[in-house]
């Protein structure tokens, strides 16, 4: 049975999914954009039965609440600080794997560096750690990087529309027809609240900040050798098949599998890709 609950952290309300029995070993399922845990809504019936799965909102996604720009600082450092209370304050988690999809990687490895010991394994879907790993997608960011301006800001909007989110789900898929429009359409309703664009706009421009740890990341990989499984979809725009490819030089006995679909992987081989979770880590 799959629920459905809110936690407070530092006053602030994250909704968080919970399925499966607490005596199985826990797996964190921290999604990506412009997404919330809406996208492992699939997949975590069909884990439950071999795991406890917890699949948080961050603040300022979902369900969680999400505070002005004026009230809260967007940025993945301070994400990670949310998500990390969350599990281990809030929920009192001890030890558990990480299932990291875009945003969920910068969020979930800061985690992980910060409690080493913590650290079962690791389930990479398409979640970035390597700067081979970041694709033509991001170009239209690095001028809105290197300088924050109304200019370079306007090509970084088209991110927030629905003709990106669907896009994003679409794109490099091999059968569309597999992709329901609930993915998109539910990403689109949370995307176009009032403020939600300067909420993404701030955390877009920190996004640069994450490349600033991937050594510190790959310290961690080269050390404690996680075990890793990385499913990836080869056909991603953002996100590069080199960049899924580069964590076999830190973590060489990772099972890799590249499939022929695109970003959000999940949304066209969520069976396959369970399967492969149920079988490598049970």
Same mark, same amino acid.
């Given at each position: 049975?799959?629920?459905?609950?809110?936690?407070? &952290?530092?006053?602030?309300?994250?909704?968080?999914?919970?399925?499966?029995?607490?005596?199985?070993?826990? *797996?964190?399922?921290?999604? @990506?954009?412009?997404?919330?845990?809406?996208?492992?809504?699939?997949? *975590?019936?069909?884990?439950?039965?071999? $795991?406890? #799965?917890?699949?948080?909102?961050? #603040?300022?996604?979902?369900?969680?609440?999400?505070?002005?720009?004026?009230?809260? !600082?967007?940025?993945?450092?301070?994400?990670?600080?949310?998500?990390?209370?969350?599990? $281990?304050?809030?929920?009192?988690?001890?030890? $558990?794997? %990480?299932? &990291?999809?875009?945003?969920?990687?910068? %969020?979930?490895?800061?985690?992980?560096?910060?409690?080493?010991?913590?650290? /079962?394994?690791? #389930?990479?879907?398409? @979640?970035?750690?390597?700067? /081979?790993? *970041?694709?033509? @997608?991001?170009?239209?960011?690095?001028? $809105? +990087?290197?300088?924050? =301006?109304?200019?370079?800001?306007?090509?970084?909007?088209?991110?927030?529309?629905?003709? =990106? =989110? #669907?896009?994003?789900?679409?794109?490099?898929?091999?059968?569309?027809?597999?992709?329901?429009?609930?993915?998109? =359409?539910?990403?689109?309703?949370?995307?176009?609240?009032?403020?939600?664009?300067?909420?993404?706009?701030?955390?877009?421009?920190?996004?640069?900040?994450?490349?600033?740890?991937?050594? /510190? +990341?790959?310290?961690?990989?080269?050390?404690?050798?996680?075990?890793?499984? %990385?499913? +990836?979809?080869?056909?991603?725009?953002?996100?590069?098949? /080199?960049?899924?490819?580069?964590?076999?030089?830190?973590?060489?006995?990772?099972?890799?599998?590249?499939?022929?679909?695109?970003?959000?992987?999940? !949304?066209?081989?969520?069976? &396959?890709?369970?399967?492969? %979770? &149920?079988?490598?880590?049970?």
């Amino acid at each position: 049975m799959q629920t459905f609950q809110h936690a407070t &952290v530092r006053g602030l309300k994250m909704f968080y999914r919970e399925a499966g029995s607490k005596d199985l070993p826990t *797996i964190v399922l921290l999604h @990506g954009f412009p997404s919330s845990s809406h996208m492992f809504r699939d997949l *975590i019936p069909q884990l439950a039965e071999k $795991f406890h #799965i917890i699949a948080p909102d961050y #603040i300022g996604f979902g369900y969680s609440d999400a505070p002005s720009v004026s009230d809260f !600082e967007y940025t993945f450092d301070n994400l990670a600080e949310y998500v990390d209370e969350f599990l $281990f304050s809030a929920l009192g988690l001890k030890k $558990f794997s %990480i299932y &990291v999809q875009d945003y969920g990687a910068p %969020i979930g490895y800061r985690i992980a560096f910060k409690h080493q010991d913590a650290i /079962e394994g690791i #389930i990479v879907q398409n @979640g970035n750690a390597y700067a /081979e790993g *970041i694709g033509a @997608g991001f170009d239209a960011m690095k001028p $809105f +990087w290197a300088n924050r =301006t109304p200019e370079t800001e306007k090509p970084v909007r088209t991110l927030l529309t629905l003709e =990106t =989110t #669907i896009f994003q789900y679409t794109h490099g898929v091999k059968d569309a027809s597999r992709i329901s429009p609930d993915s998109y =359409t539910v990403d689109q309703h949370f995307m176009d609240r009032a403020g939600n664009d300067a909420i993404q706009l701030s955390l877009l421009h920190n996004y640069q900040a994450n490349l600033t740890h991937y050594d /510190e +990341w790959h310290t961690f990989f080269r050390n404690k050798q996680p075990k890793t499984l %990385i499913v +990836w979809g080869k056909n991603d725009p953002f996100f590069t098949v /080199e960049g899924a490819q580069a964590y076999l030089r830190d973590i060489p006995k990772a099972e890799l599998n590249l499939f022929d679909t695109g970003h959000f992987a999940l !949304e066209e081989l969520g069976d &396959v890709i369970a399967k492969k %979770i &149920v079988s490598f880590f049970s």
